[in-house]
Each structure stands twice: as structure tokens, then as C-alpha cells.
């Protein structure tokens, strides 16, 4: 009788739950990071209605490179380049703002993640192996019969 009354609530607020969670993604930047270069996209809904979306560093009236999809290019990025960002429609009416902190290395190597996760289980699989041997390689070994001593069967003062 009590799963029936709790039934309709928990429905209600496992629906509930998902609704909260839908997100359009309007508000959400891309970052991407390949060598000293950090590309930034800007919110989608900045540039529905204009093709202008101005992005600067907060306080600085310079906008940074942009291309034709409104990523916008930091090129050598350094420590000096971290702070607040803004994205603003061409009017200045509608911003979206941004903390930016990245380390970006000139040599870095990118890999992906089914090689890293490889490389991972490789090297657990290695390291098991190794395990194994050494365990079965350092039983105890039972000792060779000797001759002499008692006679099986005889008990002794016999």
C-alpha cells in the first residue's frame, strides 16, 4: 500500500529532475587549446540576430582575431593573457563573460584517449604478469624423499 502512494511521487519528480536538466547550450563557451594557440568560441546566442560579436579581453577595448565562424584566435598565449573575457553583440546590449586560465606548452604532444586508456590497461596487464611470476617462481618447493628414518606403517618401540 505505501509503494503505491510513493509510486506517483517519485514518477513525478524523476520528470521533474529531467526537465531542470535540459540545457539549449546557448550560454556555453568552446575553449580549445593546441600548442601556445587557445581558441575561444563565443555563446550562440550572441550572434543569432547579427553577424557582428565582439570579444575582448574585460577592460581593454581591442578586440582579439576572429574567423568566420566567430572563434576567436589567441595566438602565443601566455600567463600575462589570463583573466576575464567578454562576448557582446555589436550593440553592447547583450555580454556573456568569461574567465580565462590555460597552460599551453609550444611541444606538447596531444593523444587520445583510447591510446592513453590502452597504454593504461597495457601497463597493468605487465605489471600483473610480472606479479604472477614472481608469486608462482617463489613458492616454497616441497623437499625430495630421503632414504632411511621410519618405515611407514611401523610405530616406533616396535
Known amino acids: 500500500m505505501n509503494f503505491q502512494v510513493e509510486c506517483p511521487f517519485l514518477i513525478i519528480w524523476l520528470f521533474l529532475g529531467s526537465l531542470s536538466g535540459d540545457d539549449t547550450g546557448d550560454s556555453k563557451y568552446v575553449v580549445e587549446i ?8 563565443c555563446p550562440s546566442h550572441l550572434s543569432k540576430d547579427e553577424n557582428k560579436v565582439k570579444f575582448a579581453k574585460k577592460g581593454s577595448v581591442k578586440p582579439e582575431r576572429q574567423d568566420n565562424n566567430h572563434h576567436y584566435i589567441l595566438e602565443n598565449y601566455n600567463e600575462t593573457k589570463n583573466g576575464d573575457y567578454e562576448c557582446s553583440d ?6 556573456e563573460y568569461l574567465y580565462l586560465k590555460a597552460y599551453v606548452c609550444e611541444h606538447c ?14 601497463d597493468c596487464m605487465v605489471t600483473l604478469g610480472v606479479a604472477l611470476a614472481v608469486y608462482f617462481g617463489c613458492k616454497k618447493k616441497a623437499g625430495l624423499p630421503r632414504d632411511g628414518g621410519r618405515k611407514r606403517g611401523i610405530k616406533s618401540g616396535q
Open 109 to 122: 604532444k596531444e593523444i587520445s584517449v583510447p591510446v592513453l586508456a590502452g597504454v593504461l590497461i597495457g
Open 90 to 95: 555589436s550593440k553592447g546590449k547583450n555580454k
Open 34 to 41: 593546441s600548442g601556445r594557440t587557445v581558441t575561444v568560441k
